[in-house]
């Protein structure tokens, strides 16, 4: 996928935080050694697979956070193929793949337990492995949450050393 497609991804999501979609306030997550930016009131529940889960107020879309070894192919058939093997999961269609800056990104769309989700998928190398989150989202409730997914994938970064002699919360 050409640079050009991930740059034109980042700039619709500059517009959408632009427009609207991000909270007045936020929490910030650190997790695999990433660090991300999410609505107050968000939760996080981890599995004993390790896969976290970060869970907003209301239903309809969530975010999953990933630690993989190796960066995932930015291609649509090895994107597809880590969506098939979720649980609950069918119809995985992965219509866009590509990396740029280091960074894989993906969007698709597949069915959970029969309901329709838009995913997104951001895969960043922190340290010794890479951190993947995933966005879904029910289609009916696109629209009214998709810039919030958005800023989450924005902000998420290496997490920053605490400052020498600064106290650790």
Not at 7 to 30: E, H, N, Q, W
Not at 97 to 118: C, Q
Request: with cysteine.
């Amino acid at each position: 996928m050409s640079t050009r497609f991930i740059s034109r991804c980042v700039l619709v999501m500059v517009v959408c935080l632009s427009v609207g979609g991000r909270s007045a306030s936020a929490d910030t997550f650190v997790l695999h050694d990433a660090q991300m930016s999410v609505p107050e009131g968000w939760g996080m529940k981890t599995a004993q697979d390790g896969v976290s889960t970060l869970l907003p107020r209301d239903k309809g879309h969530f975010i999953e956070l990933y630690r993989f070894k190796t960066m995932p192919a930015a291609d649509t058939k090895a994107i597809a193929a880590l969506f098939a093997a979720r649980k609950n999961t069918t119809d995985v269609v992965i219509t866009k793949a590509g990396s740029a800056s280091g960074a894989v990104s993906a969007m698709g769309s597949l069915k959970i337990k029969g309901t329709p989700v838009s995913i997104g998928l951001l895969a960043i190398k922190v340290k010794d492995h890479v951190v993947v989150l995933v966005s879904y989202i029910e289609t009916s409730h696109r629209d009214e949450v998709k810039g919030i997914h958005e800023a989450i994938f924005k902000s998420l970064k290496a997490a920053e050393s605490p400052k020498r002699g600064a106290a650790r919360e």
